[in-house]
């Protein structure tokens, strides 16, 4: 099941349990109803899982190489993740040009890191301070 799906519901799932029981009821004691709490309480609590499921699966299509190759046969709509194989050949690479063009294709999701980071790192510290 974690294979067709990903992690991602997974992840969420184990994360909405271990909300504390303690803001719902803070929650209605406040008069705020179930569906108040849900779409209203509930989406900053998540916002830690979901960069985290986002991060995850971009990482996961941006890799995928094996599709893109089945799907994708013409060189003009392959990825850039698939031009990577060029700078591999049989008996020789060209290790400085491979590191570089690494680097290029990784830029993207180092930036989206650094903007979601934030949010992962606001999931360390738990939303029930005291």
């Not at 998540?46 to 699966?57: N, Y």
């Not at 690494?102 to 989206?112: F, G, S, Y």
Request: a neutral charge; aromatic letters at 12%.
């Amino acid at each position: 099941m974690a294979s067709g799906l990903g992690v991602g519901p997974l992840l969420l799932v184990g994360y909405l349990k271990s909300v504390p029981k303690e803001m719902d009821e803070a929650a209605a004691l406040d008069g705020a109803g179930y569906w108040r709490f849900l779409f209203t309480f509930l989406p900053p609590l998540i916002k830690p899982v979901l960069a985290t499921i986002f991060i995850l699966q971009a990482i996961g299509v941006w890799n995928d190489i094996i599709l893109a190759t089945i799907l994708l046969p013409d060189s003009t709509k392959s990825p850039l993740t698939l031009g990577l194989f060029a700078f591999q050949g049989t008996y020789t690479s060209q290790w400085g040009l491979l590191a570089s063009a690494t680097m290029i294709v990784a830029a993207p999701l180092v930036v989206a890191y650094v903007f979601l980071q934030r949010f992962l790192v606001g999931g360390v510290a738990g939303s029930v301070k005291g």
